[in-house]
């Protein structure tokens, strides 16, 4: 590819990111970052914006903003002076992840625990940029002494860390491990500086060489897949963290929805919204698996019924929506459920720290007899004229 045809291949890729953000207030956020070393480039990006109409500034904006790096990076003294990027591809890089922080629910994040983390003495002190600039160093000095050549971007939002990371084994030849990095696949990370927990964005399992570096990185010992997984970030993570608290508000919680009458008019705003420990924070799902095993009974009568012996019979319940939790109460409250105390799993959805559960049968009776009520519920469901 010639640098003509990769300069056209950037460009593209820039108007195909900036198109993807929904309004102007968007694009005003990401301008002011991307010049935030060149303010008055900032503000004359949306210089007599308002003679526009509204349907045409979106694409008014994209048009001026992809001229503007294309012009910062074919004058590379005017770039230098300002302060700002010289490389197209380090501005798409920036703006594909900052995308990302305004489109997180496109992806699928898992959830990893961090193991033996322990929380910096005075992190809460910390300016989050300056843990985002230091964990960016670490993040590339681990990577180099594992052998990689490795690109990390970084962004802060709220309380979060967001990293864009891509890498590619060092060669001799170093010209080539950087034209390689640059077609390199992107792996996005979020982390909340203080909390033991690391967010993996896609289907892939996270890879053990990038694992182990933000485990140096936070000092822990190690990391472990939890079977967590979804589209919202805020409610993965409060998630974890109604799991993790043990106070009035969580035992208030689950005694209401276990002693909770599915005849009781006021069910509904428990139900539709069960109040998280935060209550800042809604637990939202969209997507939760029940597996469970269970012996085959009372079987005898039946032809071939040896064949049955030590066999069991496998299960999944698969739910898929915007509100998992919200809907499945929504169906208890409608009476298409018919257990009364709401099935364990269920009443636990908002603090149990995971949305892919198994059913573990018990000697004991209350636990068995729970087992069998769950099974029942799946296969008991009322459809309505």
Not at 174 to 198: S, T
Not at 354 to 368: A, G, I, M, Y
Request: with cysteine.
């Amino acid at each position: 590819m010639s640098a003509r045809e990769w300069e056209e291949y950037n460009k593209g890729k820039l108007e195909g990111l900036l198109r993807k953000l929904a309004n102007e207030r968007e694009i005003r956020l990401l301008v002011d970052k991307v010049f935030q070393r060149a303010p008055d480039i900032a503000d004359e990006m949306f210089q007599g914006i308002e003679e526009y109409p509204k349907t045409h500034r979106k694409n008014h904006l994209v048009n001026k903003i992809v001229s503007k790096i294309t012009f910062l990076t074919n004058n590379l003294n005017v770039s230098r002076d300002l302060g700002l990027p010289r490389k197209i591809t380090d501005y798409v890089k920036y703006i594909d992840l900052f995308v990302l922080t305004q489109r997180s629910k496109s992806k699928t994040w898992k959830v990893y625990h961090l193991e033996n983390y322990k929380k910096p003495e005075n992190w809460a002190d910390l300016d989050l940029l300056e843990i985002a600039v230091q964990f960016r160093y670490k993040l590339k000095s681990t990577m180099r002494t594992q052998g990689y050549c490795t690109s990390v971007q970084t962004e802060t939002e709220d309380n979060r860390l967001w990293f864009s990371i891509s890498y590619v084994r060092k060669t001799k030849n170093k010209d080539n491990d950087k034209r390689k990095l640059l077609k390199a696949r992107y792996q996005y990370l979020v982390h909340y500086p203080g909390e033991p927990y690391l967010y993996l964005a896609g289907a892939a399992k996270l890879p053990d060489e990038l694992g182990k570096a933000f485990v140096d990185c936070v000092e822990a010992k190690g990391y472990k897949p939890l079977p967590l997984q979804g589209k919202y970030l805020d409610s993965l993570r409060q998630l974890r963290l109604n799991r993790e608290v043990q106070g009035s508000k969580a035992r208030l919680l689950q005694q209401s929805l276990a002693s909770a009458s599915l005849e009781d008019p006021n069910l509904g705003s428990i139900f539709k919204h069960p109040a998280p420990v935060n209550e800042n924070c809604i637990p939202l799902m969209d997507n939760v698996r029940v597996d469970a095993q269970v012996e085959f009974r009372d079987y005898e009568p039946l032809q071939r019924s040896e064949e049955l012996d030590g066999k069991k019979l496998s299960i999944r319940l698969e739910c898929h929506g915007d509100d998992v939790i919200g809907g499945l109460h929504d169906m208890a409250e409608a009476g298409l459920i018919r257990d009364n105390p709401l099935p364990r799993w269920i009443q636990d959805l908002t603090k149990s720290g995971r949305n892919l559960v198994t059913l573990v049968p018990s000697s004991r009776r209350e636990k068995d007899s729970e087992l069998q009520s769950i099974l029942s519920t799946a296969s008991t469901i009322r459809i309505r004229e």
